[in-house]
T-cell receptor, first 114, second 114 residues
Framework: SAVISQKPSRDICQRGTSLTIQCQVD?????MFWYRQQPGQSLTLIAT?????????ESGFVIDKFPISRPNLTFSTLTVSNMSPEDSSIYLC???????????FGPGTRLLVL | DQQVKQNSPSLSVQEGRISILNCDYT??????FLWYKKYPAEGPTFLIS?????DKNEDGRFTVFLNKSAKHLSLHIVPSQPGDSAVYFC?????????????FGTGTRLLVSP
């Protein structure tokens, strides 16, 4: 199994600022995923991050708002830009389990925007 | 348009009894269905899955049933234990440009009381 860590675990931010969330995996993986879980809602895929290429964003999510970096096969960052209270969510990264339909998830970053 | 629905936000069960969590979906193209368990301040952890070509999969106390004609699946936990108290997410999976894309429901909070 993959062990995934995220930093920070939680943060309180002011509107208009940006926050960068880090995701570290203990093994090399080709794909990493970023999800958002708004209060009372399901986990929603934001984007897929492949090493060495631009991230692929899902409908409703744009690079200017959620820029992603993937500098190597064990690390990725997601930035939440120009935050508003509507960005208050749990942000999670995940990686696919090899040969499986499942994914391993990080512990999440709980973000509150005031 | 929510493709995966969990209509019960919460469920309370006594220890030793059966817990039944339900999930409905709309997209016939899903090829796997999964259940994840989430404790507070942790990421979701994979519990059990079922292929769309099967109607039952069992793993210890956990059994998932799939009714394709009704586009419905359920997770049975028997006997339920207090440690099973968590939020359970139903997810459906379909191949999307080289990876299994997961679509999640909104979750059901299970409380198992002693």
């Amino acid at each position: 199994s993959a062990v995934i860590s995220q930093k920070p675990s939680r943060d309180i931010c002011q509107r208009g600022t940006s926050l960068t969330i880090q995701c570290q995996v203990d093994s090399q993986v080709t794909m990493m995923f970023w999800y958002r879980q708004q209060p009372g809602q399901s986990l929603t895929l934001i984007a897929t991050a492949n090493q060495g290429s631009e991230a692929t964003y899902e409908s409703g999510f744009v690079i200017d708002k959620f820029p992603i970096s993937r500098p190597n096969l064990t690390f990725s960052t997601l930035t939440v830009s120009n935050m508003s209270p509507e960005d208050s969510s749990i942000y999670l990264c995940s990686v696919p389990r090899a040969g499986s339909e499942t994914q391993y998830f990080g512990p999440g970053t709980r973000l509150l925007v005031l | 348009d929510q493709q995966v629905k969990q209509n019960s936000p919460s469920l309370s069960v006594q220890e030793g009894r059966i817990s039944i969590l339900n999930c409905d979906y709309t997209n016939s193209m899903f090829d796997y269905f999964l259940w994840y368990k989430k404790y507070p301040a942790e990421g979701p952890t994979f519990l059990i899955s079922i292929s769309s070509i099967k109607d039952k999969n069992e793993d210890g106390r956990f059994t998932v049933f799939l009714n394709k004609s009704a586009k419905h699946l359920s997770l049975h936990i028997v006997p339920s234990q207090p440690g099973d108290s968590a939020v359970y997410f139903c997810a459906a999976s379909a191949m999307d440009t080289g990876f299994q894309k997961l679509v999640f429901g909104t979750g059901t909070r299970l409380l198992v009381s002693p």
